[in-house]
Each structure stands twice: as structure tokens, then as C-alpha cells.
């Protein structure tokens, strides 16, 4: 059974930092992009970052290059998201993603991908 799991959201004040992570379980091999997506309330989703099978290519929203890192460990099945300098603007709930097909690239669409977590919520408050 395929299951996509976050944690690691919470409350943070800004300038803060909170790792996220993804646990993808359920899937025949680690050959699969794996992305991160947000929606705060009264918004669209938006792609905030991503990576390749391969975890060569990565690609980050602008509004979030040079403060987030995304990574991944394929022997736990986990990817992270490693976010610093957070800012009010960045509350929202973050989702995990993942494509199944592998490939060298990885993109910020949401109909790139097929299997979704729950989210956990991120809010940055003073």
C-alpha cells in the first residue's frame, strides 16, 4: 500500500528554522521524484521545491531559493525539507508529493504528480 507521510511541521518565530519530513512507503523501488508543495489559507497550492530520482536535479520556488534545502535519504524512504530564515509568509500547510516515473528532472506542477500526504501545518508567528 502506497502511504506518504509528513511530520515535523509546528510553530516557529521568524527567522526560525524546522526540518520536515516525507516518509514514501509502499513504492516497488527509490527511482521516483519526490516534491514539496504549500497551501495557506485562501491560496493555491504552490510547488515549493522538488528532486529527481537520481537526487542530481533539484528545483526551489523563488521565494524560498537560498533559505530551503531539499533532500533525501532513499535507504528510509525519507525526504526532507530543511527550512531556515522562515518568514510569516511562509505559514502555510506542506505536502509531500511524489511521481512514480523516474526521471532526471523534477518540476514545480501539481499534475506532475500523483500520490499525496496529508500535510503538516507550518506557521511563523512572533
Known amino acids: 500500500q502506497l502511504q506518504i507521510v509528513e511530520s515535523g511541521g509546528g510553530m516557529v518565530q521568524p527567522g526560525g528554522s524546522l526540518r520536515l519530513s516525507c516518509v514514501a512507503s509502499g513504492f516497488t523501488s527509490d527511482s521516483y521524484v519526490i516534491a514539496w508543495f504549500r497551501q495557506a489559507p485562501g491560496k493555491e497550492r504552490e510547488g515549493v521545491s522538488c528532486?529527481?530520482?537520481?537526487?542530481?536535479?533539484?528545483n526551489y520556488a523563488d521565494s524560498v531559493k537560498g533559505r530551503f534545502t531539499i533532500s533525501r535519504d532513499n535507504a528510509k524512504n525519507t525526504a526532507y525539507l530543511q527550512m531556515n530564515n522562515l518568514k510569516p509568509e511562509d505559514s502555510a500547510v506542506y505536502s509531500c508529493?511524489?511521481?512514480?516515473?523516474?526521471?532526471?528532472?523534477?518540476?514545480?506542477?501539481?499534475?506532475?504528480?500523483?500520490?499525496w500526504g496529508q500535510g503538516t501545518q507550518v506557521t511563523v508567528s512572533s
Open positions: 508529493a511524489v511521481s512514480p516515473y523516474g526521471s532526471a528532472w523534477c518540476y514545480l506542477g501539481l499534475y506532475n504528480y500523483d500520490y
Open positions: 528532486m529527481a530520482s537520481s537526487g542530481d536535479s533539484t
